[in-house]
């Protein structure tokens, strides 16, 4: 693994930006005015380390969301900056934020929007179709061997499962070989099976194709996939955890559970870390 034990959210942000796919600068995101205003990110400064797996847990409301689609250009901030590599957001015009999208970012969802009419294999080569780019073939045939679909290539969306439709769409991501693949729930609408495929192959394209993701997620143990789990309360960053386990991510969220939520669901003790060492990035020697 590339990632080295970072100290914190804001040493990470801090890091030579060279080590960084992307980075948020004191990034506030603000929605409606008045009594319908809403600080969905409060000043959240942060780094995306290259050639890593990140996810991003929360609370539901938490700003999972809008981190996402502030640090993929797909929304605008109210305040700080916002930096794919070295390239500020901010400063770039509609359409060059448009082709640095198209180019260097990918994205995954939770309801894996693919075009119905066209073939898996079609809905893969989408976006270089798009930016009129002829595939590099190797590449794509690296991306297709690894979500092991060649035989279904020829398939459209509703002759696959949901797991297999989630990895024509993580191949759709990567086909451009973009700098940072965002993925929002990736494994939200699918079982413990196919999730554990998915899961598998963004770790894949990490480890053994270089490429870097950042995953918003709930569960634990898809956490556990990850190389660095990154915990947002509130729009703010409340902690993070390198090589994580989904049981560490459990005894992390366990510890700095609110009131109310360890009231309907006591913990189980989890003896012997603290969530303030965790939150500092300690590795815990296990
Ligand atoms: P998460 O993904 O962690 O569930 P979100 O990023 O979707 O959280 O939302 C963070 C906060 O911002 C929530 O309070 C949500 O209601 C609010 N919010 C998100 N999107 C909008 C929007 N388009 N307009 C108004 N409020 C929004
Ligand atoms: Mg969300």
């Given at each position: 693994?590339?990632?080295?034990?970072?100290?914190?959210?804001?040493?990470?942000?801090v890091?030579?930006?060279?080590?960084?796919?992307?980075?948020?600068?004191?990034?506030?995101?603000?929605y409606?005015?008045?009594?319908?205003?809403?600080?969905?990110?409060?000043?959240i400064t942060?780094?995306?380390?290259?050639g890593?797996?990140?996810?991003?847990?929360?609370p539901?409301?938490?700003?999972?969301?809008?981190l996402?689609h502030?640090?993929?250009?797909?929304d605008?901030?109210?305040?700080?900056?916002?930096?794919?590599?070295?390239?500020?957001?901010?400063?770039?015009s509609?359409?060059r934020?448009?082709?640095?999208?198209r180019?260097?970012v990918?994205?995954?969802f939770?309801m894996?929007?693919?075009?119905?009419?066209?073939?898996?294999a079609?809905?893969?080569?989408?976006?270089?179709?798009?930016?009129g780019?002829?595939?590099d073939?190797a590449?794509?045939?690296?991306?297709?061997?690894?979500?092991g679909?060649?035989d279904?290539?020829?398939?459209?969306?509703?002759?696959?499962?949901g797991?297999?439709?989630?990895?024509?769409?993580c191949?759709?991501?990567?086909?451009?070989?973009?700098?940072?693949?965002?993925?929002?729930?990736?494994?939200?609408?699918?079982?413990?099976?196919?999730?554990?495929?998915?899961?598998?192959?963004?770790?894949?394209?990490?480890?053994?194709?270089?490429?870097?993701?950042?995953?918003?997620?709930?569960?634990?143990?898809a956490?556990?996939?990850a190389?660095?789990?990154?915990?947002?309360?509130?729009?703010?960053i409340a902690?993070q955890?390198?090589?994580?386990?989904?049981?560490?991510?459990?005894?992390?969220?366990?510890?700095?559970?609110?009131?109310d939520?360890?009231a309907?669901?006591p913990?189980?003790?989890?003896?012997?870390?603290?969530?303030?060492?965790?939150?500092?990035?300690?590795?815990?020697?296990?």
């Amino acid at each position: 693994m590339t990632l080295a034990a970072p100290t914190s959210a804001e040493a990470l942000a801090v890091l030579p930006p060279g080590d960084l796919a992307a980075r948020g600068v004191h990034v506030t995101k603000v929605y409606g005015q008045g009594n319908a205003r809403v600080v969905a990110l409060d000043m959240i400064t942060l780094g995306i380390p290259k050639g890593a797996y990140t996810a991003v847990m929360g609370p539901s409301g938490s700003g999972k969301s809008t981190l996402m689609h502030c640090l993929a250009g797909l929304d605008s901030v109210t305040s700080g900056e916002v930096y794919i590599g070295d390239v500020a957001l901010g400063r770039l015009s509609d359409k060059r934020l448009t082709r640095l999208r198209r180019d260097r970012v990918g994205f995954v969802f939770q309801m894996f929007n693919l075009v119905p009419t066209l073939t898996a294999a079609e809905n893969i080569t989408l976006p270089l179709d798009i930016a009129g780019v002829k595939p590099d073939r190797a590449w794509l045939d690296t991306v297709i061997d690894t979500i092991g679909l060649r035989d279904r290539l020829r398939h459209r969306p509703a002759e696959l499962s949901g797991g297999q439709q989630q990895r024509v769409a993580c191949a759709r991501a990567l086909a451009t070989r973009p700098d940072i693949i965002f993925a929002d729930e990736p494994t939200g609408n699918l079982d413990s099976r196919s999730s554990a495929e998915v899961l598998s192959f963004l770790r894949r394209s990490v480890r053994e194709m270089g490429q870097t993701v950042v995953m918003v997620t709930h569960d634990p143990v898809a956490a556990g996939y990850a190389d660095l789990v990154i915990f947002l309360n509130d729009g703010r960053i409340a902690g993070q955890l390198a090589e994580p386990t989904a049981q560490r991510v459990l005894d992390w969220l366990g510890q700095s559970a609110p009131a109310d939520a360890a009231a309907s669901d006591p913990p189980e003790p989890a003896p012997g870390r603290s969530a303030a060492g965790d939150s500092k990035g300690k590795t815990a020697g296990q």
